[in-house]
């Protein structure tokens, strides 16, 4: 299913989210918050720090436990956690393998479920590094594993906790497009959660803002970048937005190698919201083309 096709009526959601409450002691980080993720859908969270987008991806997947609302999962989900979170003494493949842990299974069905070679396929950038410590690569690597991490598991919806965040504008939108290619081949549904508000409408079809614990607008990607007050607050008066201050592709300790040398080159982010595969082209096609310039 293509991003950019509204849902029919006559689907169920796979995700459902009503009047949830979600409170840490005495504060109330959400506040009657209520939305949907039809199946094969990708979906926007955007707001600023604080705002309470991490605290719903984890209720979502069960870390948290609501003080009252509700919330229903209707298919296998996995989680893309923020900061990407390896397990950085063991290797690539070990870290994809961790993400089959909770199949089920004996034997020959066990060792199909761990098999990493459809991973690689979907991401072969990871096929060279496969043998190396997750500690050791760059930032974009890392979250590429943790993408692969989270596949591994089968899920149906997929759910990134700022996919951007420390990383040059060029990485991220090689990362967007293997989204993208996920969406749209396997059907998989994405909740993206960004504080890169332009990335976010691009890649997806609706979006949801999130301020102060509750929903403050929701609708088509396209009317929320459209919308006055939402430009203002979100994506910047001017038509181009600077790269973030943080945009840097986090190394490791050690070299990343000259192709991630390249890509940790500026560049800038997507244009105005369309269709999902659309901007996504535009985007990887202006970073390259920025790239180029650069040598």
């Given at each position: 299913?293509?991003?950019?096709?509204?849902?029919?009526?006559?689907?169920?959601?796979?995700?459902?989210?009503?009047?949830?409450?979600?409170?840490?002691?005495?504060?109330?980080?959400?506040?009657?918050?209520?939305?949907?993720?039809?199946?094969g859908e990708m979906v926007a969270l955007v707001g600023p720090n604080g705002a309470g987008k991490s605290t719903l991806v984890n209720t979502l997947t069960g870390i948290l436990t609501p003080a009252s609302g509700s919330v229903e999962v209707r298919a296998r989900i996995a989680q893309v956690p923020e900061g990407r979170q390896m397990f950085g003494d063991l290797t690539v493949d070990d870290n994809l393998r961790l993400g089959a842990w909770q199949l089920r299974g004996r034997?020959?069905?066990?060792?199909?479920?761990?098999?990493?070679?459809?991973?690689?396929?979907?991401?072969?950038?990871?096929?060279?590094?496969?043998?190396?410590?997750?500690?050791?690569?760059?930032?974009?690597?890392?979250?590429?594993?943790?993408?692969?991490?989270?596949?591994?598991?089968?899920?149906?919806?997929?759910?990134?906790?700022?996919?951007?965040?420390?990383?040059?504008?060029?990485?991220?939108?090689?990362?967007?497009?293997?989204?993208?290619?996920?969406?749209?081949?396997?059907?998989?549904?994405?909740?993206?959660?960004?504080?890169?508000?332009?990335?976010?409408?691009?890649?997806?079809?609706?979006?949801?803002?999130?301020?102060?614990?509750?929903?403050?607008?929701?609708?088509?990607?396209?009317?929320?970048?459209?919308?006055?007050?939402?430009?203002?607050?979100?994506?910047?008066?001017?038509?181009?937005?600077?790269?973030?201050?943080?945009?840097?592709?986090?190394?490791?300790?050690?070299?990343?190698?000259?192709?991630?040398?390249?890509?940790?080159?500026?560049?800038?982010?997507?244009?105005?919201?369309?269709?999902?595969?659309?901007?996504?082209?535009?985007?990887?096609?202006?970073?390259?083309?920025?790239?180029?310039?650069?040598?």
């Amino acid at each position: 299913m293509n991003a950019s096709q509204p849902p029919r009526s006559d689907v169920v959601d796979v995700v459902e989210v009503r009047d949830l409450v979600v409170r840490y002691g005495a504060a109330t980080a959400l506040d009657n918050v209520s939305l949907r993720v039809a199946p094969g859908e990708m979906v926007a969270l955007v707001g600023p720090n604080g705002a309470g987008k991490s605290t719903l991806v984890n209720t979502l997947t069960g870390i948290l436990t609501p003080a009252s609302g509700s919330v229903e999962v209707r298919a296998r989900i996995a989680q893309v956690p923020e900061g990407r979170q390896m397990f950085g003494d063991l290797t690539v493949d070990d870290n994809l393998r961790l993400g089959a842990w909770q199949l089920r299974g004996r034997g020959e069905s066990r060792r199909k479920q761990r098999d990493t070679s459809w991973v690689y396929e979907l991401l072969p950038d990871l096929v060279r590094v496969r043998d190396r410590k997750a500690g050791g690569m760059s930032g974009g690597q890392q979250q590429m594993v943790a993408v692969g991490r989270a596949l591994m598991s089968r899920p149906e919806v997929l759910v990134i906790d700022e996919l951007s965040l420390g990383l040059a504008p060029l990485i991220v939108a090689d990362l967007a497009e293997h989204l993208t290619e996920l969406n749209r081949e396997q059907g998989t549904a994405v909740v993206l959660i960004e504080q890169n508000a332009r990335l976010a409408l691009d890649l997806c079809s609706r979006a949801y803002v999130l301020e102060a614990g509750r929903i403050a607008a929701e609708g088509d990607s396209a009317d929320l970048a459209a919308s006055p007050d939402i430009a203002r607050a979100y994506l910047g008066e001017a038509q181009a937005l600077p790269a973030p201050p943080d945009a840097q592709d986090d190394p490791g300790p050690h070299d990343p190698g000259p192709r991630d040398r390249a890509m940790a080159d500026p560049a800038p982010t997507p244009g105005t919201a369309g269709t999902a595969r659309g901007n996504q082209d535009t985007a990887v096609q202006a970073a390259r083309a920025a790239t180029r310039e650069a040598k």
